[in-house]
């Protein structure tokens, strides 16, 4: 049987993920406006993107594709005024989460892929598969099971978020 993902929609984005943002890495000096400041149809496409399917099967087949996928959307289709890699950054994480993963990584490496990412260009010399390769092996590197004890926490979060 495939494993059944959890996904993120509007109302976590709204409720956990944008907060979360603000919280975590919002800057006086650039600050990341308030979440009805979004484009609707770009932020739907980006959350969209994991879902995918051809033929009846899904087109990011693991949640580390899905992650990468969702943190590039994101990032590139800027549904956001401000803060896009913030927000994909958090999204991110609370995508790997909610679907019992964890990465351990720096906040340096976290800021030096969300940059890397907002600069890339599809270029013959280095293509989005290329990125997605190194995105993927990025994150399968960092990644750990979150701990049984630790997803009380998630319940309790997606209890208060009514999911």
């Not at 879902?51 to 580390?64: I, N, S």
């Amino acid at each position: 049987m495939a494993k059944k993902f959890f996904y993120l929609d509007i109302k976590l984005m709204e409720k956990m993920c944008h907060p979360l943002a603000v919280a975590i890495f919002n800057d006086s000096n650039d600050p990341i406006p308030s979440f009805q400041m979004h484009a609707t149809q770009l932020l739907e496409s980006s959350l969209g993107m994991p879902k995918q399917t051809y033929g009846g099967k899904d087109l990011y087949e693991t949640a580390v594709d899905k992650a990468v996928i969702l943190y590039f959307s994101l990032i590139k289709n800027h549904p956001f005024q401000n803060g896009n890699k913030r927000v994909a950054t958090t999204s991110l994480l609370v995508f790997l989460w909610i679907n019992d993963f964890w990465l351990k990584v720096s906040d340096e490496e976290l800021a030096k892929w969300a940059i890397d990412v907002a600069e890339f260009k599809d270029t013959p010399a280095f293509s989005r598969e290329e990125l997605f390769l190194k995105l993927k092996l990025w994150i399968s590197e960092h990644l750990e099971s979150s701990p049984k004890e630790e997803n009380r926490l998630m319940a309790w979060i997606r209890k208060k978020l009514g999911k």
